[in-house]
């Protein structure tokens, strides 16, 4: 059954060929038009010298950093505001009250404390990736079986170990949806951030930019392929890690 995964994106880049052929989509760049832009982008890059793989590697830069601050701050926020009733009241209200701003309207004051570059860019990301993963983790932690922690507490064991090898492990399968959901958001805020926060050097929203500035449109929809596979590749190795994290469900 895996052969029917390939069925809708070959028949959707075959319609879009076929439209292109027809001349439906006025001025959009057809597949093999796309795919020449990428070959020109790795090869000659834009600009001329600044390649392809130049511009991922400093988006996955600003993204790694930004999701690993959130991930590493995320998580026992949202564990604590799930244990305790005291915390979650003294927490929640901040929470919903800066999580509905969306990150790019931080973006002035990214580039304010922080300057252009990958500093400002990490920070948006680690807004579009803090949020989920709190929200998911309370929601997981909260969700375990209250039974489960009274037979541990039954048992003798104390609060760090029931947060530890009982409330972490039961909430697990909540925090990785969080995950998958703070990876697609903060994928996609970065790239816009870069639009405006890289001015020069390297970034695939610098580059999609560039590309449009100088009406390259077989370009800017090369750089969006690599966004989505990119974005598509990391909820893949989010997913491979949770089947193996989470053999017991």
């Keep these: 059954m895996r052969k029917w995964r390939y069925i809708s994106p070959l ?14 989509l006025k001025g959009t760049p057809s597949p093999v038009q796309v795919v020449q832009g990428l070959y020109e982008l790795t090869v000659t890059g834009l600009p001329p010298g600044y390649r392809l793989f130049g511009h991922l ?6 993204f790694l950093l930004g999701f690993a601050i959130a991930l590493a701050l995320a998580v ?3 564990v604590l505001m799930g244990w305790s009733t005291i915390f979650d009241n003294f927490l929640d209200p901040l929470v919903e009250v800066v999580r509905p701003v969306p990150p790019l309207a931080w973006l002035p004051l990214a580039v304010l404390w922080f300057g252009i570059g990958t500093l400002s860019g990490s920070f948006i990301i680690f807004l579009g990736c803090f949020f989920p993963i709190v929200l998911n983790t309370v929601s997981g932690v909260k ?12 048992l003798g064991a104390r609060d760090r170990t029931i947060l530890a090898r009982v409330m972490v492990p039961g909430a697990l399968p909540s925090i990785i949806t969080g995950l998958r959901i703070g990876v697609g958001i903060g994928w996609m805020t970065l790239v816009a951030a870069e639009m405006i926060s890289v001015q020069s050097g390297y970034g695939l929203g610098y580059m999609i930019m560039l590309a449009r500035d100088v009406a390259r449109y077989n370009l800017v929809v090369a750089g969006m392929v690599v966004i989505g596979l990119v974005g598509f590749l990391m909820d893949r190795i989010i997913k491979a890690v949770e089947k193996r994290v989470l053999k017991w469900r």
């Design 11 to 24: 028949a959707a880049i075959g319609l879009w060929q076929l439209l292109c052929s027809a001349g439906a």
């Design 57 to 62: 590697f400093a988006s996955l830069e600003r």
């Design 76 to 78: 026992p926020i949202g």
């Design 143 to 154: 969700s375990v079986d209250a039974n489960m922690v009274e037979a541990a507490r039954t």
